[in-house]
């Protein structure tokens, strides 16, 4: 996968998050995951609820069923070019290992919200910029 999240600071891998990934799902370290049933995780293709980053690599029918998931910590990821940024502003799932802004009220309610942007960005750009995750205000 293309546009993996890459760590700057934070959570270790000891105190990540175990989720279920299916068997047949083959998931690059640092890929943004999305919720997709009770504390089952798969790759991000859009707004969903967000689940973490993955810690470690998994290969596609390895009998592996478990992924520990950071949740918090600050992350350079890619973000879509649309509305400008300001840092403290928050973003959301946006794509396969993107995100973007125009996070509402009923995205903090669903679990939409990855975190809170550290720097500002300006409109119809798309870049890298560092995230905290886990961060909704």
Known sequence: MVLEAVKVEGQSKLNATD????????????????????????????????????????????GQLNLALHKDGIFKL???????????????????????????EANILTGDVVGQVLEPVDSGVATVVEVDIGRTG
């Open 78 to 104: 890619y973000v879509t070019s649309g509305a400008a940024l300001v840092e403290g502003g928050l973003v959301k799932l946006s794509g396969a290992n993107m995100v973007g802004s125009g996070v509402l």
């Open 19 to 62: 989720f279920t990934v299916p068997d047949a799902t083959a998931v690059p370290k640092y890929t943004l995951m999305k919720m997709s049933g009770a504390r089952i995780a798969g790759p991000s293709n859009g707004q969903h609820p967000f689940a973490g980053i993955s810690s470690a690599d998994k290969k596609a029918d390895d």
